[in-house]
């Protein structure tokens, strides 16, 4: 994955593997380090992608969380909720300070599921004072979030990451379907934070080479 990335010119890739009980997060860590020092064409990220269970909690202990670079919680399970519970059960895992990301925010996928209900104002004001972003999941059966929702976003000064939620080296190639979600949604540049190189970045992440 990361050498396609590489050869499509990115400076560097976040591999944010489900968190699956079989995932071996340290050896799995290794392995990127051991990436990162045999080669200097591009940094691979250390991230998991990390379910948001229906109490809110998150699927993965906190002292393997803080072992990773950048952490998305995501909704998979549990999508019937009423809204107020969804809510609430979003506001509540944001708090987690190691999770970073609040991915594929409405869980939609497009022609096939519908997406939760929640109060989205409620939720873009904790995600701006905690200083957390929001993913654009440019897969095409997600586009998520939504360009009219993004657009309420910006309002906040919320600033977002746009990504393909690349299962397989072709799906790399999908990133102007984030984008064009993004334009819609009235963004710049600067609104999105993997526009930005890596020595800014890791700063704002907190990463440490």
Known sequence: MAKTAAKLGREYIALTDHSYPSLKFDQRLKEIEQFNYSQDKIRVISGLEVNINADASLQVPDDVLAKHDIIFGSIHTSFRQGKEETTNRILKALENP??????????????????????????????????????IDGYPNRLDLPDTLVKEA????????????????????????????????????????????????KDILGIKD
């Open 98 to 135: 190691h999770a970073d990301v609040f991915a594929h925010p409405t869980g939609r996928l497009l022609l096939e599921r519908e997406g939760i209900e929640a109060d989205w104002e409620k939720i873009f004001k904790r995600v701006a004072q905690l200083g957390k972003f929001l993913e």
């Open 154 to 201: 910006k309002r906040f000064g919320i600033k977002f990451t746009i990504d393909t939620d690349s299962h397989q080296t072709a799906h790399l190639s999908l990133m102007d379907y984030g984008v064009s979600v993004a334009r819609r949604g009235w963004l710049a540049k600067e609104d999105i934070l993997n526009t930005l190189p890596y020595a800014k970045l």
